[in-house]
């Protein structure tokens, strides 16, 4: 049964910094592209960071220079560190797992909220 389990959630001001992860079982994790996305009230579902089974990242053009993805094949985790953030990343943060182009696995989401 695969799981993927987001941690790291909560409510900062602007300015704050959070860092998510989300641990993963049930896959070969260092075989996945992981990727963060995100989902706020009333908009679709967005790609937030992606990161490749050899450690390339790619991200959205809303998070250049302040989010950072990253991953620990041995602790079958990827981490997304977000500084300097907004009111506007406030949303529901999701965990993806890519097996392969028809094979894709989702966590349950972590609620972040940015005050202003």
């Known amino acids: 049964q695969v799981q993927l389990v987001e941690s790291g959630g909560g409510l900062v001001q602007a300015g704050g910094s959070l860092n998510l992860s989300c641990k993963a079982s049930g896959i070969i994790f260092r075989f996945n592209v992981m990727g963060w996305y995100r989902q706020a009230p009333g908009k679709q579902r967005e790609l937030v960071a992606a990161?490749?089974?050899?450690?390339?990242?790619n991200y959205a053009d809303s998070v250049k220079g302040r989010f950072t993805m990253s991953r620990d094949n041995a602790k079958n985790t990827v981490y997304l560190q977000m500084n300097s953030l907004k009111v506007e990343d406030t949303a529901v943060y999701y965990c993806n797992a890519k097996t392969n182009p028809f094979t894709v696995y989702w966590g349950q989401g972590t609620q972040v909220t940015v005050s202003s």
């Open positions: 990161i490749t089974p050899t450690g390339t990242t």
